[in-house]
Every structure is written in structure tokens, then in C-alpha cells.
């Protein structure tokens, strides 16, 4: 749905006029970072999805400034991170004023921020890289304010939307079906998992342990977090956080639903699972799991790890190439893991 309405407003701004003015006010600047005005509307788009972002980048006729763009764009703080940074944030930083601003909100800009940084980054990297040779120089013929055509908006609305859950929507559908069978089922059989859950229950009775969070634990899901452990521990990280970080793969919001069932907490309103997120404790070592170093590392990881399987499979889709989506969640989980490893390092 979301998709749609954006599809839908973005064609009321095109048929108004509007969009190409904010297109010729941000040429300027974007060409510093080899890019062009037509980009600017891929990149705003971002801010709510990096999917329909992409898929806009084909009124983009240069191909290398198209590529940069389709390369860069989910770096945009997309709606997905929202749910994961406002429940972080709310975990290590108490309500307070700096000034008259507020102390949460200016860590939500930086964040915003940083995402925007790394986008141009990337943009000029690519930009400067790429083998494709610069094929046309952008000119823009401003037309004029018009009342908007509404069944060409609402039939462009349609066609994108379409050709999004056809084409994309396959390949999401078989990746979700893997996740939810790892998350769901378990190498393990009833009688182990009903053992395990008494254990735990009798062993800390005060934490109301769910046996969906047993279940989880010891799914093929489960395996895979403790298989990971030994490479995220650096970043202060257990078995628990990789088991979200490997179920947020699907979509980045499913961290904060698989947070609310590794902990035991049976709502994912919000203010319950920053309660729980701030008593958890180490096991290992005793301290609070979810300490300003471990919360400002996952936040980091969060902010350039391209956790959306959806966004790979459009980036195939547009590009023609799995070689460009691979490349692109290699570099950006490495780029995630040396940013959140550093973070921590040195707060700890």
C-alpha cells in the first residue's frame, strides 16, 4: 500500500510541474557527487522505500548516473528503520533537552544524516568507478503549473504497482517462504523442546520465558544465530541479536517483532520491549546486553546494512544482473560491520 500511495503522489507532482523544478534546483549540487537533478526524485522517493526508488530510476537516461542511483539509494533512511531506531534509541538515551531540542529526536537527525552521507558517498564512488561511459548531458525544459491529470496518476500508480508484485513479488514470496521455515521449525524433536522449556521455566521462573521464544531458540533459525555468534560477539552481540539480524533480512522492521519473541514480551507495543531491552542481561558476563555500545553498534549496522531482500531482488530486476545486487549486500555488510565493530570498541 505504501508503495501505491507514493507511486500515486509522486505522479501528482510530476503532472503539476512541480517535480521538475525541485529537479532544477538540486542539479548543481548533485553533480559534485556525479549525479544530475533527475536523481533527486529516486533519492526523496528512499525516504519512505528504497523499492519504488529504484524503480523511478528508469527515467533516468544516463546509465552510469542510472546505476549510482539504484546503487546508493537504499542508504536512504527508508520507513524500516524507523521502528528499529526509535526503540534503540528510546533503550540508551533518557528523555532530555539539549537547548530546546530534543535529546532523542537529534539522535534520529544524526542517524538520518549519516545515511545521507554514505548515499553521496557511494554515488561518487560508483560515479567514478564505473566503466560506463557518461552517455548524455541533462536538459530539463520547465513546464507549466497545471492542475494534475488524475486517471494518468492513478493509471501510472497502477502500472508500477503491478509490475512490482509481479515481477519482485516472486522472488519475495520464495524467500520469505525459507525464512519463515527456518524460524519455524527446528532439527530437534517435541519431547526436547517441551524438556528445554521446563528447564528454563523452573530455572528463572521471574522472566515469564514464552515457549515460542524456546521454540525459536532451538530452530534451524536458532542454529544459525549461535553458528554467527563467534563473528558479531566483536560487535557486542549474542546468539539473540544474530537471530534478529537474521530474520531482518526479510524486511528491517521484523528486528523489533523478533526481539519481542526472543524476550518474552507479549505485545510489540513499544514501550514494553525498551523496558525489557534495558534489563536484559549477559549471560556470560553479567552487564546489561543492551548498553550504550552495543545499542549505538546496532544502530550503526542497521543504518548501511542493506537488510531487504525485497531491494535485492528489485536491484536484479532493474539491473538485469545478480552480480550488481550481490556486490551491493557484500559491500554495504561489510561497510555495516567495520562501522559497528569500531563503534563498539572504542565505547566499550
Do not use: H
Not at 24 to 43: E, V
Not at 200 to 208: D, G, H, L, S, V
Not at 233 to 247: E, Q, V
Amino acid at each position: 500500500p505504501q508503495i501505491a500511495i507514493l507511486f500515486f503522489l509522486l505522479g501528482i507532482l510530476e503532472n503539476t510541474g512541480y517535480l521538475s523544478r525541485i529537479s532544477n534546483l538540486s542539479d548543481r549540487f548533485l553533480q559534485k557527487f556525479g549525479l544530475s537533478g533527475k536523481s533527486i526524485i529516486p533519492l526523496m522517493s528512499s525516504w519512505a522505500c528504497a523499492i519504488p526508488a529504484i524503480m523511478s530510476a528508469r527515467t533516468i537516461d544516463d546509465q552510469r548516473e542510472r546505476l549510482s542511483v539504484i546503487l546508493a539509494a537504499p542508504l536512504m533512511t527508508c520507513s524500516a528503520r524507523l521502528p528499529v531506531y526509535t526503540i534503540l534509541i528510546a533503550v540508551f538515551i533518557e528523555p532530555g533537552k539539549f537547548f530546546f531540542f530534543d535529546l532523542r529526536g537529534l539522535a534520529l537527525l544524526v542517524l538520518y544524516l549519516f545515511g545521507l552521507i554514505g548515499t553521496l558517498a557511494v554515488a561518487y564512488i560508483v560515479s567514478k568507478r564505473s566503466s560506463i561511459k557518461d552517455s548524455s548531458l541533462w536538459t530539463l525544459e520547465m513546464p507549466l503549473y497545471r492542475t494534475p491529470n488524475w486517471r494518468n496518476a492513478t493509471y501510472n500508480m497502477y502500472l508500477k504497482t503491478r509490475s512490482f508484485v509481479v515481477e519482485a513479488g516472486k522472488i519475495i514470496f520464495m524467500i520469505s517462504i525459507v525464512l519463515w521455515f527456518l524460524a519455524s521449525f527446528s532439527p530437534r524433536n517435541q519431547s526436547f523442546l517441551d524438556k528445554k522449556f521446563e528447564e528454563y521455566t523452573m530455572a528463572k521462573p521471574e522472566q515469564n520465558i514464552s515457549r515460542e521464544s524456546v521454540e525459536l531458540e532451538y530452530s534451524y533459525a536458532g542454529y544459525m544465530g549461535k553458528l554467527i555468534e563467534p563473528a558479531i560477539r566483536p560487535l557486542g552481540y549474542d546468539w539473540k541479536i544474530g537471530i534478529a539480524l537474521i530474520t531482518s533480512f526479510a524486511a528491517r522492521e521484523v528486528f523489533v517483532g523478533t526481539l519481542s519473541t526472543i524476550y518474552s514480551v507479549g505485545s510489540e507495543d513499544e514501550q514494553p520491549i525498551i523496558q525489557r531491552l534495558k534489563s536484559e542481561k549477559d549471560f556470560k558476563t553479567g552487564k546489561a546486553q543492551f548498553d550504550t555500545a552495543t545499542s549505538v553498534s546496532l544502530l550503526l549496522f542497521y543504518v548501511f546494512a542493506l537488510q531487504c531482500m525485497s531491494t535485492l531482488a528489485i536491484v536484479r530486476k532493474e539491473t538485469g544482473k545478480w552480480k550488481y545486487a550481490i556486490y551491493q549486500f557484500l559491500a554495504f555488510t561489510i561497510i555495516a560491520y567495520l562501522f559497528a565493530l569500531g563503534s563498539y570498541q572504542i565505547m566499550s
